[in-house]
């Protein structure tokens, strides 16, 4: 069987590749050339595999964003712009955000790329159940070896997530009180999922106090109980993303988190990350 704490090693320092397109001015650069506002290309960009999506499509696929900011960009994008445009302009930011970050240069690109596309082409025999990975699966591969790796991760990163959607669907755990569990543990600055999720103060009130009741919060953190939970859900979101990685050895699982290291941390030390970076 597939070593579950390899395959998660392998994504966790891999994922900066792809993360860093959520941060980069290249992103915002070239959907603002476009006549789109970085929150609206946000929307628009990582929903147009799906081709012209609708509000409610995002709001179901990307799972914890208040609908109303969603609502705010979707379907008032495709006015101005074509997912087709949207997809592009994606992979030209994801390509000069990672060349001016010096991630084409780390060694082993090739190797790394060749272990990551096995991966993310075996989690395209799987895509039942999984509706944001899919629409990003019909995207058709770059041939640049950057890009490919880019595309591996996002594709690989989609198979997680939408797992991770189930997990937290099976637990009862809805959008603003995944949310707040997240934010309670300390991984993630409060305050940016506040304002990057943008659901308002009494509703983030509200499903703190829902979340007392269930025993999972005590004031602003976890219980044992809301601990418990929260490792179940990422328990169960390492086992729902098996299915790609078992395409590699153990030893080339092991091989791939070992290369994955230095381009995560190229990523991180270039300020990729970083908003505006």
């Known amino acids: 069987m597939t070593d579950v704490q390899l395959a998660r090693q392998s994504w966790r320092r891999l994922e900066p590749v792809h993360g860093m397109i959520y941060f980069v001015p290249e992103a915002a650069e ?8 970085a929150q609206a290309g946000y929307f628009a960009s990582r ?11 995002v709001i179901a696929t990307f799972y914890n964003f208040h609908p109303g900011l969603v609502r705010k960009a979707l ?3 495709w006015d101005v712009v074509t997912p087709a445009q949207m997809i592009e302009a994606r992979y030209e930011a994801a390509d000069a955000a990672l060349r001016r970050g010096g991630v084409h240069e ?15 082409e075996r989690a395209c025999e799987h895509p039942q159940g999984r509706a944001l990975f899919a629409a990003h699966a019909t995207l058709p591969w770059p041939s640049d070896p950057l890009l490919e790796l880019w595309h591996a991760q996002t594709l690989l990163r989609e198979f997680r997530g939408d797992g991770h959607v189930a997990a937290l669907l099976a637990e009862g755990i809805g959008p603003l009180e995944a949310l707040v569990l997240h934010g309670a543990t300390g991984t993630m600055p409060t305050v940016f999922l506040k304002v990057s999720r943008a659901w ?8 703190e106090e829902s979340l007392r009741e269930r025993g999972l919060l005590a004031g602003d953190e976890l219980t044992r109980e809301g601990r418990a939970l929260r490792q179940r859900v990422e328990d169960r979101t390492d086992e729902l993303a098996l299915p790609a990685y078992a395409a590699l050895s153990d030893d080339e699982l092991a091989r791939l988190a070992e290369l994955a290291r230095a381009f995560g941390r190229r990523v991180v030390d270039a300020g990729l990350l970083s908003i505006g970076g």
């Open 30 to 37: 070239r959907y603002a050339a476009l006549g789109l506002d």
């Open 47 to 57: 929903s147009a595999a799906f081709g012209a999506a609708s509000p409610d499509l």
């Open 75 to 77: 379907p008032a994008a």
């Open 106 to 120: 780390v060694p082993g690109l090739a190797e790394t790329t060749a272990l990551a596309r096995r991966a993310a």
């Open 200 to 207: 308002p103060a009494e509703e983030w009130l509200a499903a």
